[in-house]
């Protein structure tokens, strides 16, 4: 099976440090997505973002940025200045162009301290 | 009601008891998709459903069984299930945007019914 590793399980930092969860994937397409969702303990999955592999641009959302690296096969995303309300469960996924299967990691568990 | 909704939230059940799932999109979709949640297991797909079609049914046990009477709701029915199906349920919705390949939008999730059994 392609997968999807977080190799971080858990993370903890103080309120105002910037953070940076990891995600390694494996595939064997040449067309594939990614995703980051946050799962607060409410338990819904949030989406974040959304990455085609023809676009290696990073991109910066307020306090998110996402780095894409196709040469590693490496989709990390980056807090800056965390904050509390950051806390939750993050996953990276991938899908293939051509498929409605998401496959997910298993989750880091970031934890931010007031 | 916007997004993905799920009832109940939480159910409790025993292992000879029949229950079922809810989940209602209201996002103009037309896919749906049960996942389910363990504890310390990434998030495993069970049945996908597009245009009210079961298009995937990952080797999922006859005692969960889906149904989807139309392009906004989707059960999860269940029926004597094991301590182990214990997890977080998960419906979400997408756009399938058709086409030869099968491309897809983003899955949105609903909150998810967390389920006990006893």
């Known amino acids: 099976a392609q997968k999807v590793t977080q190799a971080q399980t858990e993370i903890s930092v103080v309120e105002k440090e910037d953070v940076t969860l990891d995600c390694v994937y494996e595939?064997?397409?040449?067309?594939?997505?990614l995703f980051w969702y946050k799962q607060p303990p409410s338990g819904e999955l949030v989406f974040l973002i959304r990455?085609?592999?023809?676009?290696?641009q990073n991109e910066i959302s307020g306090r998110y940025s996402w780095n894409f690296q196709k040469s590693t096969s490496s989709f990390n995303f980056t807090i800056t200045a965390s904050q509390v309300v950051d806390s939750a469960v993050y996953f990276c996924?991938?899908?293939?162009?051509?498929?409605?299967?998401?496959?997910f990691g298993s989750g880091t568990q970031l934890t931010v301290l007031p | 009601e916007t997004g993905v909704t799920q009832t109940p939230r939480h159910l409790v059940m025993g292992m000879t008891n029949k229950k079922s799932l809810k989940c209602e999109q209201h996002?103009?979709?037309?896919?749906m998709y049960w996942y389910k949640q363990s504890a310390k297991k990434p998030l495993e797909l069970m049945f996908v459903?597009?245009?009210?079609?079961?298009?995937e049914n990952n080797s999922v046990p006859s005692r969960f069984s889906p149904e989807c009477p139309n392009s906004s709701h989707l059960f999860l029915h269940l029926h004597t299930l094991q301590p182990e199906d214990s997890a977080l349920y998960l419906c979400?919705?997408?756009?399938?945007?058709?086409?030869?390949?099968?491309?897809?939008?983003?899955?949105?999730f609903g909150p998810g019914t967390r389920l006990t059994v006893l």
């Open positions: 996002l103009g979709h037309n896919a």
């Open positions: 595939t064997r397409d040449t067309t594939y997505y």
């Open positions: 979400a919705s997408s756009q399938d945007l058709g086409g030869a390949l099968t491309i897809t939008d983003t899955q949105y």
């Open positions: 990455r085609n592999s023809f676009d290696e």
């Open positions: 996924a991938r899908s293939t162009g051509s498929a409605r299967q998401l496959t």
């Open positions: 459903y597009s245009l009210e079609e079961r298009v």
